[in-house]
């Protein structure tokens, strides 16, 4: 149990995925209508879209983790998120999630891929969401501002 909650924890309806996003808190409840119930057997990165009208778009990637943190990878996500954009609308953004099995606070490692694709993001000029982590009993923000605007 998180904090004393004595509830399950209970992820919104699907349908919501697409609502609106309007603030990290708005992000963060996207994320957990698309993932569902929490516990993950892998290491998973999650990428979406979020097109100008602030909306996912109904695409969505996972590309399989390493337990080290990689920057051949971050960057090979980067630049595959750049040729997906060429073919959204002008103003789309690229939402990114980490998955992973486990408990605890958020770890170095979870930062260290959150700082490896904001540096690749950079590098490719594509324009990221803040980006999250969740494990087994929780849905955490990592970075809080979104990059590239």
Known sequence: MLGGMTHPYRPPPIETATDPIHSPADMGQRWRAL?????????LLWVGF???????IKALSQVELRATADAGLADEVMAGC???????????????????????PVS???????????????????????IFRAHDESLDLLQQVAVGR
């Open 35 to 43: 993932m569902g119930e929490l516990g993950f057997d892998l290491r």
């Open 82 to 104: 750049r040729d997906v954009l060429a073919d959204f609308p002008d103003g789309t953004t690229v939402a990114l999630l980490l998955t992973r099995p486990g408990v605890g």
């Open 50 to 56: 979020v097109g100008p009208d602030r909306r996912m």
């Open 108 to 130: 170095r490692l979870d930062r260290q891929w959150a700082e490896l694709l904001t540096a690749a993001a950079r590098e490719h000029d594509v324009v990221i969401e803040p």
